[in-house]
């Protein structure tokens, strides 16, 4: 990258390398992708076969990755806390909702119980890499003040 691409502003000490940063945000994206196609398939026990979990039980884990999917996107960036977990929380609801409502386009039922299921794994995965990246953010930022350098690239 030149150096008049570079930002101004250093990343904060606990963001890590550019190329795990982009790895998090393809893993999100593809998984929205993937969880979007499987809610809105006219057909769910096509693709959760006979002895799946419950329903609830299917939400609750299919938000949790998607949550801790993307909130390890943004948490990769650095800066991560309680805050910023607060603040995704609202758009990935907002998108569990949109998930639901549509869902009669599509064949399919539109559960408010389901999304409550929705919501309760979204604060599963995104608490759950909030308390990973509190609880490693020291370690690299010691990593990097021996350094003396930047973890992003």
């Keep these: 990258m030149t150096d008049a691409r570079r930002s101004p502003i250093p990343p904060p000490p606990d963001a890590l390398p550019g190329p795990w940063q982009r790895v998090f945000d393809l893993l999100a994206a593809a998984y929205a992708c993937v969880l979007v196609y499987a809610t809105h398939h006219p057909r ?9 979990p419950g329903d609830k039980t299917l939400h609750t884990i299919a938000y949790t990755l998607l949550g801790g999917a993307v ?16 603040a995704l929380f609202v758009p990935l609801a907002l998108f569990a909702a949109a998930d639901e409502i549509t869902q009669p386009l599509f064949g399919r039922f539109a559960d408010t119980l389901d999304w409550a299921f929705d919501e309760l794994g979204l604060v599963a995965g995104i608490g759950a890499v909030t308390v990973a990246a509190m609880l490693l953010s020291p370690i690299f930022t010691r990593r990097v003040a021996r350094r003396g350098e930047s973890t992003a690239q």
């Design 71 to 86: 909130a390890a996107a943004f948490a990769s960036r650095g800066g991560w806390g309680w805050r910023s977990a607060a």
């Design 44 to 52: 769910p026990g096509e693709l959760v076969g006979p002895d799946a």
